[in-house]
């Protein structure tokens, strides 16, 4: 992607209220240097973001995406994110955004080693197009991910629920599922439990019940399943969150790799199992993700 707005924050107190936050940003060239030396997002991945999709200017899904920030400050003991302040940025860059579909990142650093302030920004690109993985759908491999479903609980410090910006190990495993000729990945505990893709939430279908692995086992809750979920259960559907074994994988009726920007790429295959893509359903599910959503 090619980032084409970009603002930096000068973060204010969560609990300051009622402020012109206007002048606490600054817009910056994307192209050009912008960050210290010492910044600590670049020398250790030591901070949080977020990725918002962005469908004709209209930022999607704004206020789960904010809460989702603030909840990894907390699990990283980074200061709380002012959301009215972090909104307002928001509200900025999309308005720089061309028609169609783009991405917002909202980015949260521990600053500068041995600095007063976190360091924080707000950019914008235009997404890719990712027509094909949701029209053909996407081979998936599962990956050992090299924890068993007690660890979230048995070491918080490992930040399993927390969006962080250490995803070196993430997008090591869509290069490991590329080199076993597939497109995206799976992540599954040493004791068989499925977590959750490098960049997305699962979503498996068995007949008219829609199912994702439960948060609570390091999984990031995700903001575009849970309003997929909203959405199906408005429409009569049961949608649940159930702990996932890795043998119901190739049980299932359909599945789908849902995020922010790609939105719902149905699964064509769990390793070597082949599962039918149903058009029509992805069809719908991204019609409405297409929609304007807060």
Not at 131 to 157: H, I, K, M, Q
Not at 186 to 212: C, K, N, Q
Not at 217 to 244: K, W
Not at 259 to 272: G, T
């Amino acid at each position: 992607m090619t980032w084409r707005y970009a603002l930096i924050i000068d973060p204010v107190a969560a609990d300051v209220r009622g402020t012109d936050h206007a002048a606490t940003f600054r817009v910056v060239d994307p192209s050009a240097p912008a960050l210290s030396i010492g910044e600590l997002s670049t020398q250790r991945g030591d901070g949080i973001f977020e990725s918002i999709g962005v469908v004709d200017g209209h930022a999607q899904e704004v206020g789960p995406h904010l809460e989702r920030l603030a909840h990894s400050a907390a699990l990283c003991d980074l200061p709380a994110p002012n959301l009215d302040q972090w909104r307002d940025a928001v509200a900025v860059v999309a308005s720089q955004c061309p028609p169609g579909e783009c991405v917002i990142k909202l980015i949260l650093s521990r600053g500068i080693e041995h600095g007063p302030t976190p360091t924080a920004w707000v950019t914008a690109a235009v997404a890719p197009d990712n027509t094909a993985a949701r029209e053909r759908g996407l081979r998936v491999v599962t990956l050992d991910r090299g924890f068993d479903s007690g660890a979230p609980a048995r070491a918080p410090w490992l930040l399993l629920g927390a969006k962080t910006l250490s995803y070196a190990v993430n997008m090591a495993a869509i290069r490991e599922a590329r080199r076993r000729g597939a497109d995206d990945a799976l992540f599954v505990t040493t004791d068989g439990v499925v977590l959750e893709g490098p960049t997305s939430s699962v979503i498996l279908r068995f007949g008219d019940r829609y199912i994702t692995p439960e948060p609570g086992a390091g999984i990031l809750h995700g903001t575009t399943q849970m309003s997929l979920f909203a959405h199906l259960r408005d429409l009569g559907h049961d949608a649940a969150y159930e702990t996932v074994h890795t043998d119901r994988l190739g049980e299932a009726d359909a599945a789908w790799l849902v995020s922010s920007v790609r939105l719902a790429a149905p699964v064509a295959a769990f390793d070597d199992v082949s599962l039918a893509v149903d058009a029509d359903v992805t069809a719908s599910l991204n019609a409405y993700l297409l929609r304007p959503r807060d």
